[in-house]
Antibody
């Protein structure tokens, strides 16, 4: 079964850090671009970052560039998002998603709450 | 940034009827357009890519059309499981989503 299983969401104070994980199974993870997409409470979807299959290229939305870092470990079939200097506006459900043509599959999502 | 604008924000439809959702891009995205369905508490699901190609396992009642800046998702013969929020996404120039259209039961 093709699957992305996420972990790492939590409540964190403003200025804090958090690392999200996304474990892939059922497909050849190392062949695909991977993405993080977030959804603030009651809002729409926002693409956050992506990474090339070999990890050599990374892109970020302007609002997180310099604070968030996307990485991957193809030996562990895992994707990560290191989030530093977190702000209240980063509060959202974060999804990982594979990118073939369109985003598919998606992880189940993990909630990040930034609040004091 | 390519801005995607969806209309209407909410669409009230009776089961069995047709639903027509629109998506407009602020500049041409050729046919690099996808549609997603999201139900409460769930991750989005890819329905359509390339503006008109159904993803694996998507029923034939879902169809997409358009190119350039104007796109349409049509759901023919709406079923109870189709009531959800639908998002368009362009992937021609980075990746941006529309704000969503909620399809609710009339």
């Amino acid at each position: 079964e093709v699957q992305l299983v996420q972990s790492g969401g939590d409540l964190v104070q403003p200025g804090g850090s958090l690392r999200l994980s996304c474990a892939a199974s059922g497909f050849t993870f190392s062949m695909y671009w991977m993405n993080w997409v977030r959804q603030a409470p009651g809002k729409g979807l926002e693409w956050v970052a992506n990474i090339k299959p070999d990890g050599s290229e990374k892109s970020y939305v302007d609002s997180v560039r310099g604070r968030f870092t996307i990485t991957r470990d193809n030996t562990e079939n895992s994707l990560y998002l290191q989030m530093n200097s977190l702000r209240a506006e980063d509060t959202a459900i974060y999804y990982c998603a594979a990118n073939v043509i369109g985003f598919d599959p998606w992880g189940q999502g993990t909630l990040v709450t930034v609040s004091s | 940034e390519v801005v995607m604008t969806q209309s209407p924000a909410t669409l009230s439809v009776s089961p069995g009827e047709r639903a027509t959702l629109s998506c407009r891009a602020s500049q041409s995205v050729t046919n690099n357009l996808a549609w997603y369905q999201q139900k409460p508490g769930q991750a989005p699901r890819l329905l359509i890519y390339g503006a008109s190609t159904r993803a694996t396992g998507i029923p034939a009642r879902f169809s997409g059309s358009g190119s350039g800046t104007e796109f349409t998702l049509t759901i023919s013969g709406l079923q109870s499981e189709d009531f959800a929020v639908y998002y368009c996404q362009q992937y021609n120039n980075w990746w941006t989503f529309g704000q969503g259209t909620k399809v609710e039961m009339k």
